[in-house]
Nanobody, 115 residues
């Protein structure tokens, strides 16, 4: 089992920046990869970015060049640095961990970008 706690969401103007954090606890040694997903009202959840245990990253086309996913293994924390935010980035952002037994999700943190 893995527990994930997100933080760092909030309200920001278009063009601004936010950094989300996801602190993992529990069976963290079993985590294969971690990622950030988001869900806007009335829309399906979508992938934002992922990072593997080896540090390989993957991004949705809509956030490439603006968002950066990183990890601090000493703190068991994954970050999502979000720059040049746009109103269409408004969503609940969820952290997820991929383990052999399945996926685990955090409760989510709201990001609202005003125009």
């Amino acid at each position: 089992q893995v527990q994930l706690v997100e933080s760092g969401g909030g309200l920001v103007q278009a063009g601004g920046s936010l950094r989300l954090s996801c602190a993992a606890s529990g069976s963290i040694f079993k985590i294969n990869a971690m990622g950030w997903y988001r869900q806007a009202p009335g829309k399906q959840r979508e992938l934002v970015a992922t990072i593997t245990r080896g540090g390989s990253t993957n991004y949705a086309d809509s956030v490439k060049g603006r968002f950066t996913i990183s990890r601090d293994n000493a703190k068991n924390t994954v970050y999502l640095q979000m720059n040049s935010l746009k109103p269409e980035d408004t969503a609940v952002y969820h952290c997820a961990a991929d383990l052999p037994v399945g996926d685990f999700w955090g409760q989510g943190t709201q990001v609202t970008v005003s125009s």
